[in-house]
Structures are given as C-alpha cells and as structure tokens.
C-alpha cells in the first residue's frame, strides 16, 4: 500500500505560479508511475502529469499544460512535484497526486489550485 500526501495548492492570479508536492510513504523507485490529476466541478478527473519512477523516468503530459507545467521526482526524499507556471483561470481545479504501484492506483486527499482571472 502506498499513503500519498500532497501540498503547495491554493489561490493565485492568472499568470503566476505554483509548486505542487506529493510524498509517498515508499521508495518511488520501487512504484511504476507516479502522476498529477485534476477535477474541476461537475467534470471528470484528468490527467496533468505522469512521470517513470524506475530507470529513465519518462513524462508524459496533457496538451493543455505543456509548456506551462513540469513534472520532476526528487529521489531523497521520495517526492514527485509539479510546477505550475503561467497559470490560467481554466486550470483551477483539485489536483490529485497518483501512484500506480503493484498494478494498484493509489490516490492523495487533493489539494485545491484556484486561479483568479
């Protein structure tokens, strides 16, 4: 099992940034992927960000936060974080940190991103 807590959400102006954290309660080398989703109200959860926690960790990103975000894994301390840049009114939302470990989905409590225009 894997326990995720994320941290950093809340509430800036169009155009300015955030740092999104995700700590995992195991070595991240040891879960497949580990990954960003977001649910706006009264819409589906999407995928942001994914990124390989073994060897070679490749990314993956949705079309509308390319560019503007970026996904990266500090190994030390067993953490994935998400920097959001140039941020849009349309990416407020909740975001959700996502490990897949064992062919398991597990998920973070979700931390809210409000961006005003």
């Known amino acids: 099992q894997v326990q995720l807590v994320e941290s950093g959400g809340g509430l800036v102006q169009a155009g300015g940034s955030l740092r999104l954290s995700c700590a995992a309660s195991k070595n991240i080398n040891s879960i497949t992927y580990m990954g960003w989703f977001r649910q706006a109200p009264g819409k589906q959860r999407d995928l942001v960000a994914t990124?390989?926690?073994?060897?070679?960790?490749?990314?993956n990103y949705a079309e509308s936060v390319k560019g503007r975000f970026t996904i990266s894994r500090d190994n030390a301390k067993d953490t994935v974080i998400l920097q959001m840049n140039s941020l849009k009114p349309e990416d407020t939302a909740v975001y959700y940190c996502?490990?897949?470990?064992?062919?398991?989905?597990?998920w973070g409590q979700g931390t809210q991103v409000t961006v005003s225009s």
């Open positions: 990124i390989g926690t073994g060897t070679g960790g490749s990314t």
């Open positions: 996502n490990a897949n470990y064992w062919y398991q989905n597990y």
